[in-house]
């Protein structure tokens, strides 16, 4: 189900295992019989498909940040046993130095200010701060997240993001049938590329860039033309 909405409108979500995603939040009103879900943002509203999870998807220019969201940030200051990162919200998040699979107080990961990390948002509130890990929650590995070096930082709309995190999405798989590569996408409008070649690299920003929804919003003929004209 997807239907437009307004900020302040009553969702009917339940479900045993519910999780709120971006655009809703929790209200408990007086006198009525339980707390409800309202919307804090326009846009196109989204469930799963066993109702569990549902979400607000907005292309608005700003990340707000949601629990258990994937982000790419950029290590800005370091902070006691700590950092603060850039992940392109309205404020910086923290990211504790034991906040690493396997790290320890005299065992910590090299992290350095204009280091880019891939993480988890772990906890994310209006009026705190948000607080990232980088491992999974429920295994506790890293299973991807930490320290990604090398490579290149793509900056894209959070609408373009999301699009990259849905396996039927044409342009990854498109690139991977043709060279190598790696990717890391995060729900704050930044993506994480690497590939052999630089010319590979290069490519795969200027495809992302041309499927942007705010850019070219080019379909996937007109990617595969345009590949064509590429030096890969």
Same mark, same amino acid.
């Given at each position: 189900m997807s239907a437009t909405v307004l900020p302040g409108t009553v969702v009917p979500a339940q479900h045993a295992n519910l999780k709120l995603g971006p655009g809703l939040i929790q209200k408990s009103d007086a006198g009525a019989a339980g707390p409800s879900i309202i919307t804090t943002r326009t846009g196109t509203l989204n469930h799963s498909s066993n109702g569990s999870k549902w979400w607000v998807e907005s292309n608005s220019r700003r990340? #707000? =940040? @949601?629990p258990q969201e994937s982000v790419i940030g950029v290590v800005v200051q370091k902070v006691g046993d700590g950092f603060r990162v850039d992940i392109g919200a309205a404020h910086s998040a923290s &990211?504790? !130095?034991? @906040? $690493?699979e396997g790290a320890t107080k005299r065992n910590k990961p090299n992290i350095k200010i204009g280091c880019v990390v891939y993480a988890r948002v772990s906890l994310a509130h209006k009026d705190m701060e =948000? +607080? &990232?890990e980088c491992f999974d929650a429920q295994t506790r590995k890293a299973e991807g997240f930490g320290e990604?070096? !090398? !490579? $290149? &930082? #793509? *900056?894209?709309?959070?609408k373009m993001c999301r699009n990259l995190l849905d396996p039927k999405h044409f342009l990854l798989p498109l690139l991977g049938a043709r060279f190598p590569l +790696? @990717? @890391?996408v995060g729900m704050? !409008? *930044?993506?994480w590329i690497n590939a052999k070649e630089p010319r590979q690299i290069i490519a795969i920003s200027r495809c992302i860039e041309a499927v942007d929804p705010d850019g070219g919003g080019m379909d996937e003929a007109g990617i595969k033309a345009f590949l064509g004209t590429l030096d890969i």
């Amino acid at each position: 189900m997807s239907a437009t909405v307004l900020p302040g409108t009553v969702v009917p979500a339940q479900h045993a295992n519910l999780k709120l995603g971006p655009g809703l939040i929790q209200k408990s009103d007086a006198g009525a019989a339980g707390p409800s879900i309202i919307t804090t943002r326009t846009g196109t509203l989204n469930h799963s498909s066993n109702g569990s999870k549902w979400w607000v998807e907005s292309n608005s220019r700003r990340y #707000v =940040p @949601a629990p258990q969201e994937s982000v790419i940030g950029v290590v800005v200051q370091k902070v006691g046993d700590g950092f603060r990162v850039d992940i392109g919200a309205a404020h910086s998040a923290s &990211l504790d !130095g034991l @906040a $690493f699979e396997g790290a320890t107080k005299r065992n910590k990961p090299n992290i350095k200010i204009g280091c880019v990390v891939y993480a988890r948002v772990s906890l994310a509130h209006k009026d705190m701060e =948000p +607080e &990232l890990e980088c491992f999974d929650a429920q295994t506790r590995k890293a299973e991807g997240f930490g320290e990604v070096k !090398g !490579g $290149f &930082l #793509v *900056r894209c709309s959070l609408k373009m993001c999301r699009n990259l995190l849905d396996p039927k999405h044409f342009l990854l798989p498109l690139l991977g049938a043709r060279f190598p590569l +790696e @990717a @890391a996408v995060g729900m704050n !409008g *930044r993506v994480w590329i690497n590939a052999k070649e630089p010319r590979q690299i290069i490519a795969i920003s200027r495809c992302i860039e041309a499927v942007d929804p705010d850019g070219g919003g080019m379909d996937e003929a007109g990617i595969k033309a345009f590949l064509g004209t590429l030096d890969i």
